[in-house]
């Protein structure tokens, strides 16, 4: 086993500390976000951080970074307090990550070949190429100082969705809608599932 | 394609909504979090909200929910201020969802038959059956008003990793080490990698 301490993850090459750190949490969602500026402009970007807040109200949150290509959209949210959430499958994993790059003056949809879609008279687009799409209203905006990143959490509005993904139950098959998962910073894997397993008892 | 609205998700039968919102975001880490009170007695408890927030310095959250069984890993990290985080991998995720159970006056650790482990010193217990370990100091607790749920940020202080599973440039090969994902509240998975993409850039 090799054990890392905190002076030797500071020490480690800047490039190799930044793949191992994204690696550590684990699987990550891989989400396609999608807004507007206030003229309009569609913008879109690929985010691994999306997770559940709550479910009553329905709550998920994104975590965005500071000067990076992730810039507008937190700033169309800020405008427009609306935003999509869309999840990458297999079929557009490619285009998703490309997203990432540092395009201006242009769309991420039209530089990536992804479709907007506005549905619902939601006033943010939704990617017409993805299965399960989300429609969130900004709730709230939490700043976290340690490092000038910041929480956005959005309130569901709209949840579309294959009804033959949906189980009887309610719990969505993300493998029957195609929805992949992200490592690291690049790393886009599909999934089998193993096993759903019962509320667990204590039994005591 | 099925559409639901606010109105018609705020009327969802209370387990089917649960299920539903739970399974929005994708793919989920799948972690169990190690804590001792100041008596020394240790607790385990799985999350699926652990995140990346940074890589310099090494920050990582977990959503911790109120009134939950998860109410005592809260309570010992403030008493604490130090946490584990490993993985769960493809032989101890039937172990790993038990401690979801409401135990009381007994560990998970002896309820769920995994094993705490005390490595360089470090004051939380990390899981011997885990591949992957992380030890965390606490940096901040931010509240979410929303709802009543807290975001427990902890700066990564060791990390213990198979060294076969750190690639040349530092990204973790999460498949090497047995991680595995989880959807909704119960449902666990492998993964298989598709592709590693590189570096996005935009030709512009």
Redesign the interface.
């Known amino acids: ?6 002076q030797q ?2 020490e ?20 396609l976000v999608g807004t507007s500026n206030n003229e309009g402009l569609t913008n879109l970007a690929i985010f ?13 949150s994104i ?1 965005s ?1 500071p000067d990076s290509v992730t810039r507008h959209t937190l700033e169309n949210i800020i405008a427009t307090e609306k935003f999509t ?1 869309n ?2 499958n ?1 079929d557009i ?2 285009q998703a ?8 003056n ?1 769309s991420e949809f039209d ?1 990536t070949q992804l479709t907007p879609e506005f ?2 008279d939601f006033e943010a687009p939704f990617v017409k190429e993805a299965n ?1 799409k ?1 429609g969130l209203s900004l ?2 905006i ?1 700043p ?4 000038n ?1 910041k ?1 956005i ?1 959005g ?9 033959e993904s ?2 009887h ?4 098959n ?2 029957s809608a195609g ?3 992200i ?20 039994y ?1």
Request: hydrophobic fraction near 40%; charge should be positive; glycine fraction near 4%.
């Open positions: 086993m090799q054990h890392f301490n905190n993850i500071q480690l090459e800047k490039r190799y500390r930044t793949n191992l750190i994204n690696s550590l949490s684990g699987f990550k969602s891989a989400n691994s951080s999306a997770v559940h807040i709550g479910a009553a109200p329905p709550l998920m975590i970074r959430i999840h990458v297999v994993y490619k990550h490309q997203t990432s790059a540092r395009y201006q242009i530089a549905l619902n399960i989300i709730a709230e939490i976290i100082k340690l490092n990143t929480m959490i309130k569901v509005e709209w949840i579309i969705i294959p009804k949906i189980e139950d309610g719990k969505i993300l493998e929805t992949i998962a490592s690291g910073l690049d790393t886009y894997h599909k999934t089998q599932q193993i096993e759903r397993l019962p509320y667990a008892k204590s005591q």
